[in-house]
């Protein structure tokens, strides 16, 4: 698994790149005219804080909130660029925000936060789903930070679903809290990008430990807690199982 | 089915959310308002807007209600020059997001000139941006603050179908009905207006621009207060058609001028919406972990 190999940079950012052209362009198919020239405006080039600030509040006033087009040709492209992305569920308003959050990342780190600090619940699930469009530059490892301490599940789920950055880029130690929190918060461990692939001893560990504790409880075990468990890692028995 | 809107879910408990959706409350509006202490910084209030944007409006989703805000510098704090001065920089940025639905509750308390000045100040914000306006009257010598608010809505050319004046009662009710204005009402359970009282008012006046809120906080207050009066003014004679009004329909032409506020966000929620967890909608949890979320109400009174 690569975890922020240096030496990839160049072709990640052309990735990003490629990645952020193909959701423009999806994005300006599935709205009409007048929305897709606001757009244009809004993902110009620019330095201004407060234009980015408006733009990133203002887009779903814009563009309506009906989902980006059916598109299996871009969905499968979107994958090809970066492996585990899938923006094919997004809203259109979603979508832009990805993008003016990225045009926010390119300034500076600053200015991405600065729309994170005064973010509403749908501008956070729109920031963290933008994570993989960033670029290598930044560290958004804070950013990430306060995203998985949240207790608002779209929130939560916009980090943990369909999205391939946390797998890319977190250590093992915070990557096994991510799903941890997602079993604890009762939300699917489908679709987490990664998760055969980042699958560890602790983590073996600390599920079959949470799977105690919810028995202790006489709670229920989450079927796909087991989806993060290795078998070579299971000294407990799973259910169904003779001790 | 009911709108509350003026509510202030930040001080109140889940048990409260329940108890709402359980009595028919569809949608409510959490007004920025005084958290019973000072804040000292800007910062804080920063946060305390972000707050009720954010969490508490996924708070709410979880019991099925829709949750809206409305932002403002509110009269007391008005009175701390350096904060009020940051306050308004900053409340712009907010003053535009999503499900904000006016600028409010502003207003006086004690009638002196700083809070003129601000009062004055986020009337003009108002008119700029085309938000409703909440109009928080003051407790004390309320009659002629009462007059001096809508005089002064009056001398910045507000256009009074956009001007909700709230915490009225049987002194205040003529000049705020007879302006032309919304006259809302906080039903609590000892100041302010008493349900039976309230119910004697719709008798009286009728239901046309009149709407009835909780203001539940941080006090002895009650957050059925929508619902609860809205039976009593049944079982007193009161039309349905005026307690429609003036529990829930009033409230929606008033706010819904904003924009942010549709009868369809709660009739017919759109896709993208179930995916920010509205009534606990599922779709994007792979439909793998059971549905147990016992605190969720998924059935309401109708």
């Known amino acids: 698994m690569a975890i922020g190999n240096a030496g990839d940079e160049p072709s990640k950012q052309g990735a990003i790149q490629a990645a952020r052209a193909l959701l423009g362009d999806w994005l300006q198919a599935s709205i009409g005219a007048e929305a897709g020239a606001w757009l244009a405006e809004a993902l110009a080039p620019t330095e201004d804080r407060q234009a980015i600030d408006l733009a990133f509040g203002l887009a779903p006033r814009r563009l309506g909130k009906r989902s980006l087009s059916d598109d299996a040709e871009r969905r499968a492209h979107a994958a090809a660029l970066l492996p585990g992305w899938d923006p094919s569920l997004w809203a259109v308003d979603e979508a832009a925000r990805v993008l003016i959050a990225a045009q926010a990342a390119d300034v500076d780190g600053a200015t991405l936060d600065r729309l994170a600090r005064h973010a509403d619940i749908a501008e956070q699930v729109a920031l963290y789903r933008g994570l993989p469009l960033y670029g290598p530059q930044l560290d958004l490892h804070d950013l990430l930070g306060r995203g998985l301490r949240t207790h608002a599940t779209p929130v939560f789920q916009a980090i943990a679903h369909r999205n391939p950055w946390p797998a890319a880029h977190l250590d093992e130690h915070r990557w096994n809290h991510l799903v941890l929190k997602a079993l604890f918060m009762e939300i699917s461990l489908t679709p987490l990008i990664g998760l055969q692939a980042r699958a560890n001893p602790a983590l073996s560990r600390m599920a079959q430990d949470y799977a105690d504790e919810r028995r202790a409880a006489g709670r229920q075990v989450p079927d796909d807690l087991w989806h993060c468990v290795r078998p070579e890692d299971t000294p407990h028995t799973r259910p169904g199982q003779a001790a | 089915m009911f709108i509350d809107p003026h509510a202030h879910m930040i001080s109140r408990t889940t048990d409260d959310y329940q108890a709402m959706a359980e009595a028919g409350i569809v949608a409510l509006i ?3 308002f005084w958290q019973g202490q000072p804040r000292t910084h800007v910062a804080t209030y920063e946060d305390y807007l972000a707050a009720i944007m954010g969490f508490e409006r996924f708070r709410a989703s979880q019991f099925g209600i829709r949750h809206y805000c409305t932002v403002g510098l509110n009269s007391k704090e008005a009175n701390d020059e350096a904060l009020a001065e940051a306050v308004m920089e900053i409340l712009p940025r907010f003053a535009l997001k999503e499900g904000v639905v006016a600028i409010g509750e502003i207003g006086y308390d004690e009638q002196t000139e700083l809070e003129d000045r601000y009062f004055r100040a986020q009337l003009e914000l108002a008119k700029r941006i085309e938000l409703p306006i909440l109009v928080h009257t003051p407790h004390r010598d309320k009659k002629k603050g009462t007059d001096r608010s809508l005089a002064v809505c009056a001398e910045h050319g507000i256009d009074r179908s956009m001007v909700i004046v709230d915490h009225n009662n049987e002194e205040t009710i003529d000049a705020v009905l007879d302006g032309g204005y919304w006259a809302a009402f906080s039903v609590y359970p000892t100041t ?9 008012l719709m008798k009286q006046y009728g239901a046309e621009r009149v709407i009835v809120n909780s ?11 929508v619902a609860k009066t809205a039976a009593l003014a049944l079982e007193s004679g009161v039309s349905p058609e005026a307690v429609h009004l003036a529990c829930y329909a009033n409230a929606l032409a008033a ?6 506020m549709h009868e369809s966000d709660w009739l017919e929620p759109l896709a993208i919406d179930q995916r920010q967890d509205f009534e606990g909608n599922s779709i994007l949890r792979g439909g793998a972990e059971p549905e147990v979320r016992t605190r969720k109400v998924q059935q309401r009174a109708a």
Not at chain 2, 192 to 200: H, P, Y
Not at chain 2, 215 to 225: H, K, Q
Not at chain 2, 255 to 260: A, K, W
Request: one cysteine or more.
């Open chain 2, 30 to 32: 959490e007004p920025a």
């Open chain 2, 192 to 200: 302010k207006m008493g349900k039976a009282r309230m119910v004697s």
């Open chain 2, 215 to 225: 203001a539940c906080d941080w006090g002895i207050s009650e957050p059925l207060a």
């Open chain 2, 255 to 260: 706010y819904g001028q904003s924009g942010q």
